[in-house]
């Protein structure tokens, strides 16, 4: 068996690196009885890598702007995280992009209070660049 990732067994407090992933189509009702028409939504999951614990945020589309809300909804609950580990999806990808020119223009639209508060928090994100197997590598010899 092999050896853990450092952030899976070091004791830290709950959050401060986390995992994120989306789960979904889901149907979203804004509220009950007839006539009232669903949308289709999705989950954007949050797994803390020590604890293993699991945030849930609602999320609309599959968009940058769907995901920076989610995680701004959060960071506000649960703190500020050090590292987050995600795949390589064009959402995660064009959300990172985006946090990072926001903190990195001077004159931005964010207030100074907000642009500060990213530059200290300092979220280190890790795309994974790895390779997934499909459904046709499964059973390929050699």
């Known amino acids: 068996?092999?050896?853990?990732p450092v952030a899976r067994v070091t004791p830290?407090?709950?959050f401060y690196q986390s995992g994120v992933d989306y789960a979904g189509p889901i149907q979203i009702r804004t509220s009950k009885g007839r006539g009232h028409r669903a949308y289709k939504g999705y989950i954007c999951l949050f797994v803390c890598m020590a604890t293993r614990a699991v945030h849930l945020e609602a999320v609309t589309d599959l968009t940058s702007q769907g995901f920076l809300a989610a995680f701004k909804r959060f960071v506000s609950r649960r703190g500020h995280c050090a590292d987050l580990y995600s795949n390589n999806g064009t959402n995660f990808v064009g959300a990172a992009c985006e946090l990072r020119t926001l903190v990195a223009q001077e004159n931005s639209t964010m207030t100074r209070e907000i642009?500060?508060?990213l530059a200290t928090a300092g979220t280190n994100w890790q795309l994974s660049h790895r390779e997934l197997l499909t459904s046709v590598d499964f059973g390929r010899v050699g």
Not at 1 to 4: F, I, T, V
């Open 12 to 14: 830290i407090r709950p």
């Open 115 to 117: 642009a500060e508060s």
């Open 1 to 4: 068996m092999g050896q853990l």
